[in-house]
């Protein structure tokens, strides 16, 4: 017998990047090539899980050889992922305080303008092996929002980020050989 096909012992973290939505450059149409001043890598990514939400139905049905049997039929109908950072940049920054656009710095700006704090754009989730390897890159479309602010205490803060897939027939996972 032969061992599934990319079975290994796996240490591994998350190296993303990120491409905010601006018209035609970088939308639901349109994924900026790599290599693209567009890509900014979202830094010190200390945590990034893949949380799909599922939906479950049991039902009771008969069958022929064994009469009722229960079953469970389950649906993902959502794949977000939570993603922990170890430095607070100016896109959580930004979508923390609810401002119109761009943190413009030593320029005042009005806080908590937008009640909608999310942000749209590609994403590049590359899974980085130790050995300095991709073992996968994920490229999706996503509504980016930024989790509850962490606390201001007596250790470095962590930022979170949800990041909501939004389906794009440009959407790729790539699984180097």
């Not at 973290?13 to 970088?26: F, Q, R, V, W």
Request: hydrophobic share 40%; proline share 6%; with cysteine.
């Amino acid at each position: 017998m032969a061992l599934l096909a990319l079975s290994e012992k796996l240490f591994a973290g998350k190296i993303i990047y990120i491409a905010l939505e601006a018209s035609g450059t970088s939308d639901l149409a349109t994924r900026p090539v790599s290599g693209s001043a567009l890509w900014l890598e979202l830094a010190g990514v200390n945590s990034a899980v893949h949380k799909p939400v599922k939906v479950r139905e049991e039902f009771d049905e008969v069958d022929a050889n064994l009469g009722w049997r229960q079953g469970v039929d389950e649906y993902t109908v959502a794949d977000p992922f939570e993603i922990k950072t170890r430095y607070t940049t100016e896109l959580f920054d930004r979508m923390r305080y609810g401002l119109a656009g761009a943190i413009v710095q030593d320029t005042p700006q009005t806080p908590f303008v937008k009640s909608d704090r999310k942000l749209r754009g590609w994403v590049n989730l590359q899974e980085r092996k130790h050995d300095g390897e991709d073992r996968n890159t994920l490229a999706i479309f996503c509504e980016i929002r930024a989790m509850d602010p962490p606390p201001s205490e007596k250790k470095t803060q962590e930022p979170m980020f949800e990041l909501w897939p939004i389906y794009s027939t440009l959407q790729t996972v790539n699984f180097p050989s």
